[in-house]
T-cell receptor, first 113, second 114 residues
Framework: GQQLNQSPQSMFIQEGEDVSMNCTSS?????WLWYKQDPGEGPVLLIA?????ELTSNGRLTAQFGITRKDSFLNISASIPSDVGIYFC?????????????FGEGTQLTVNP | SAVISQKPSRDICQRGTSLTIQCQVD?????MFWYRQQPGQSLTLIAT?????????ESGFVIDKFPISRPNLTFSTLTVSNMSPEDSSIYLC???????????FGPGTRLTVT
């Protein structure tokens, strides 16, 4: 089956720094999604990407759909303490897997004030 | 995006018993999904619940252990049957709210089996 490798596994940064995390897949996807999960909560959708090469921003967040369709990255600029949480990438390939999402292992982000 | 609620939010159960988790959505949706998130882990899809048809289970999950109901377009239940400590996890429901693949998640049910 499809596998997603997400890196880094964890990050410890100072407030104000920029952050970058990425996901790579062994096979192609036609949708990439990025979620954030706070402790005790369900994942919240941050950004959705539908086209190879697409670059999308949501406030301080920017994500890109890799042109090979096998990778995606998420950047967070000027981090703030409320950015703390676990970030998950998820991929979908409707032709073979329908609406199923495959999730990466997550990136635990800690922001020191 | 859809607003999703789950009940209960958490529970502590004895091994061998069963727990039914409810998922309610504020709008009609075709597809609902149930996920498991084991402690410190990522999300794993248990099954897809479509209204009017049997749920579709992923490899490693079976209907006898995780029976699912989908009586209408805004509600679904997942039962965790004959529980063991290995079933201690967060159980999450999600919906495909736009038809384009974006899934929105409920707050989760935190289950501890003793």
């Amino acid at each position: 089956g499809q596998q997603l490798n997400q890196s880094p596994q964890s990050m410890f940064i100072q407030e104000g720094e920029d952050v970058s995390m990425n996901c790579t897949s062994s096979s192609i996807f036609n949708t990439w999604l990025w979620y954030k999960q706070d402790p005790g909560e369900g994942p919240v959708l941050l950004i959705a990407l539908y086209k190879a090469g697409e670059l999308t921003s949501n406030g301080r967040l920017t994500a890109q759909f890799g042109i090979t369709r096998k990778d995606s990255f998420l950047n967070i600029s000027a981090s703030i303490p409320s950015d703390v949480g676990i970030y998950f990438c998820a991929g979908q390939l409707r032709e073979t897997s329908g609406s199923r999402l495959t999730f990466g292992e997550g990136t635990q982000l800690t922001v020191n004030p | 995006s859809a607003v999703i609620s789950q009940k209960p939010s958490r529970d502590i159960c004895q091994r061998g018993t069963s727990l039914t988790i409810q998922c309610q959505v504020d709008s009609q949706v075709t597809m609902m999904f149930w996920y498991r998130q084991q402690p410190g882990q990522s999300l794993t899809l248990i099954a897809t619940a479509n209204q009017g048809s049997e749920a579709t289970y992923e490899s490693g999950f079976v209907i006898d252990k995780f029976p699912i109901s989908r009586p209408n377009l805004t509600f679904s239940t997942l039962t965790v049957s004959n529980m063991s400590p290995e079933d201690s996890s967060i159980y999450l429901c999600s919906v495909d709210g736009t038809g384009q693949g974006e899934q929105y998640f409920g707050p989760g049910t935190r289950l501890t089996v003793t």
